[in-house]
């Protein structure tokens, strides 16, 4: 699946500091077959990475902007740099103790002005403008994240365009920021269960709550 994508000028910081990249540069997995070819990667996406094979795994992730009167429209924050990763089929919950039952697939995906729409196979309860929304797979009867978080990406905008080939598409994590911090709201959301105070669990990634 192929998405049309835009190049703006200017520059939107991400961090108060450029963070510490982990040595080398990885490429993705090819088994991560639900990537849609020509999408920019967001900048601070949690990853999984394997230093032994060099292969990354996305973790994709995104708030909610609005939610629509049927309930299974569901907007998600975008902006002129990237959008998120998420493509049809996707299993997609924002409570990561639900059952995989309750846990929808995503039917359809639109761009729009506001962000990116996708239509849900059902509505999920209780889902509110600024909850997020993680790409979830099963774990018994339950979900889990498609990965355990141990860095995120730091490339910027267009520099990490998805190829047709995954293994052409190279990217940059860290798993130190260094003395910097990355803004909280200008990347994508991390589930509270994998924060130790600000910090990414098993890693030196901090995170601010300032604009």
């Known amino acids: ?35 849609p070819v020509g999408a920019v990667i967001p900048f601070g996406t949690l990853a999984s990475v394997n230093e032994a094979t060099r292969l990354a795994k996305l973790i994709k992730s995104a708030r909610v902007v ?36 309750n846990s929808p697939s995503i039917s359809a995906v639109t761009n729009t002005e506001v962000g990116l729409e ?24 339950n979900v889990k994240l498609v990965a355990e978080p141990n860095s995120i990406t730091i490339d910027t905008y267009e520099s990490a365009e998805v190829k047709d080939e995954l293994p052409d598409t190279q990217i940059n994590v860290t798993r130190d920021s260094g003395c910097g911090e990355i803004y909280a709201r200008r990347v994508p959301p991390v589930p509270a269960k994998y924060l130790e105070g600000n910090l990414l669990k098993g890693t030196k990634v901090a995170y601010t709550q300032s604009l």
């Open 118 to 141: 996708i239509t849900l196979s059902k509505a999920i309860a209780d889902l509110k403008v600024g909850s997020a929304l993680y790409e979830v797979v099963a774990d018994g009867t």
């Open 66 to 101: 609005a939610i629509g009167t049927d309930t299974k429209k569901v907007t998600l924050e975008a902006d002129e740099f990237s959008k998120p990763l998420f493509m049809v089929g996707d299993t997609v919950q924002s409570d990561l103790s639900a059952t995989l039952a």
């Open 1 to 35: 699946m192929k998405r049309k994508t835009k190049s703006y000028g200017g520059t939107r910081p991400c961090s108060t500091q450029p963070p510490v990249m982990v040595t080398g540069g990885f490429t993705l997995d090819p088994a991560q077959t639900n990537l």
